[in-house]
């Protein structure tokens, strides 16, 4: 069974930072494009930043610069580290497993930020 757990979420001030992690099991971590990706309220869900099994990534340009994905395959976790947190970062962060047809999701983790 494949799960993905999101945790580190919380409420905080702008300005503010938090630490974002999902750990994984029932897959070969490993050799997955990890995302992690975000719905505000009223709005569609979109990326925010992803990393390859290379190590590779990219961020939405609203994010850019304020958030680094990382991983840790030998721990199944990969970690958004969100800095410089604003308002509009107020949203839920969802993790994302992906390689070739398999795709998968957490359950997500709220983050809310307070002006």
């Known amino acids: 069974q494949v799960q993905l757990v999101e945790s580190g979420g919380g409420l905080v001030q702008a300005g503010g930072s938090l630490r974002l992690s999902c750990t994984v099991s029932g897959i070969r971590f490993s050799i997955y494009t990890m995302g992690w990706y975000r719905q505000a309220p009223g709005k569609q869900r979109e990326l925010s930043a992803r990393?390859?099994?290379?190590?590779?990534?990219n961020y939405a340009d609203s994010v850019k610069g304020r958030f680094t994905i990382s991983r840790d395959n030998a721990k199944n976790t990969v970690y958004l580290q969100i800095n410089s947190l604003k308002p509009e970062d107020t949203a839920v962060y969802y993790c994302?497993?992906?390689?070739?047809?398999?795709?998968?999701w957490g359950q997500g983790t709220q983050v809310t930020v307070s002006s």
């Open positions: 990393i390859t099994s290379l190590g590779s990534t």
């Open positions: 994302n497993a992906r390689y070739s047809n398999d795709d998968y």
